[in-house]
């Protein structure tokens, strides 16, 4: 079945220290994306791709990064320097074909807490 | 995008219809309304879209005023498994460069 993989489902992380969220999909899907949501909040965008090699900041990029080398993968880190990391964080991805807003498919979501 | 305004929560029976409001009335011509809604933990589930027409799948329904400045998501006969938060946004059909902006959406709490 086609879908998308977000990994790990829970993961910790001390203060100071880089981490990398995986995000896989096989829907041969054009663009994905990361979004970031706090508790009682709706999705932040943090980052979007279309196109492999090309991505576009979204509301709340600083402290993050992210690459896209391949149209499966678009992996996101979480940088030292963002201030308030712990979220939950969404990846999606869209097929373009049929519109800037139709048929987004999230993963189940990776939960991120800094102790 | 244009900006929509949604109500904060609502209550339905089991069984009834859910009809969820949304306000987007500076959408612009080529802007689409989509509904998306998002079980607790969960990510978000794509519902159903429009343009000007009404549409119905085997969701809900979508009834968008003839101005499009306003719409309603029609849930005919909610279960309690429709309890979730409800986003509507509006998006141009082919713009490059975007990605979906969600809000707070609507609470829905389906109770027996």
């Known amino acids: 079945d086609g879908g998308i993989t977000q990994s790990p489902k829970y993961l910790f992380r001390k203060e100071g220290q880089n981490v990398t969220l995986s995000c896989e999909q096989n829907?041969?899907?054009?663009?994905m994306y990361w979004y970031r949501q706090d508790p009682g909040q709706g999705l932040r965008l943090i980052y979007y791709?279309?196109?492999?090699?090309?991505?576009q900041k979204g509301d709340i990029a600083e402290g993050y990064s992210v690459s896209r080398e391949k149209k499966e993968s678009f992996p996101l880190t979480v940088t030292s320097a963002q201030k308030n990391p712990t979220a939950f964080y969404l990846c999606?991805?869209?097929?373009?074909?049929?519109?800037?807003?139709?048929?987004?498919?999230f993963g189940s979501g990776t939960r991120l807490t800094v102790v | 995008d244009a900006k929509t305004t949604q109500p904060t929560s609502m209550d339905c029976a089991e069984g009834r219809a859910a009809n969820l409001p949304c306000n987007h009335s500076?959408?612009?011509?080529?802007?689409?309304v989509y509904w998306y809604r998002q079980i607790h933990s969960q990510g978000p589930q794509y519902i159903i879209h429009?343009?000007?027409n009404n549409e119905t799948n085997e969701m809900a329904s979508l009834i968008i005023t003839e101005d499009r400045k306003s719409s309603t998501l029609i849930l005919p006969h909610a279960t309690l498994r429709d309890t979730a938060v409800y986003y509507c946004?509006?998006?141009?059909?082919?713009?490059?460069?975007?990605?979906?902006?969600f809000g707070k959406g609507t609470t829905l709490s389906v109770s027996s």
């Open positions: 829907l041969n899907h054009d663009a």
């Open positions: 999606a991805s869209s097929p373009l074909s049929k519109g800037a807003g139709y048929g987004y498919t």
């Open positions: 500076t959408i612009s011509g080529n802007e689409y």
């Open positions: 429009g343009l000007k």
């Open positions: 791709s279309q196109i492999v090699n090309d991505f």
């Open positions: 946004i509006v998006s141009s059909l082919n713009q490059a460069g975007t990605a979906l902006i």
